[in-house]
């Protein structure tokens, strides 16, 4: 069964960080493309970076110089670095995989993890 699995939520102190991550599992030979979104209480859910297939990464304003979006292809596993956390990054994170390859199956698209909530707070 392929899954797509979040962790490394939790609370963390303002100018804290957090380092989420997102495993792919169920034969996967590798993951393609990814991307994190988030959402708060009360507002829609925000892409807040994405990875492409070669490596380029790009970061909503807002997370700019703060966030780091990165990948362990020997791992099938996708990275979110998050430093000088905020109050306002408060939310739950959701990991969505945009391409991957199974052996078994070949290429799939748009899988969701189950989220993984980060609080900043004093």
């Known amino acids: 069964q392929v899954q797509v699995v979040e962790s490394g939520g939790g609370l963390v102190q303002p100018g804290g960080s957090q380092r989420l991550s997102c495993a792919a599992s169920?034969?996967?030979?590798?993951?393609?493309?990814a991307n994190w979104y988030r959402q708060a209480p009360g507002k829609q859910r925000e892409l807040v970076a994405t990875?492409?297939?070669?490596?380029?990464?790009n970061y909503t304003a807002s997370v700019k110089g703060r966030f780091t979006i990165s990948r362990d292809n020997a791992k099938n596993t996708v990275y979110l670095q998050m430093n000088s956390l905020k109050p306002e990054d408060t939310a739950v994170y959701y990991c969505?995989?945009?391409?991957?390859?199974?052996?078994?199956?070949?290429?799939?698209?748009?899988?969701w993890g189950q989220g993984t909530q980060v609080t900043v707070s004093s």
């Open positions: 990875i492409s297939s070669g490596d380029s990464t």
């Open positions: 969505n995989v945009d391409s991957m390859y199974n052996i078994e199956i070949g290429w799939l698209f748009d899988y």
């Open positions: 169920g034969s996967i030979f590798t993951i393609n493309a």
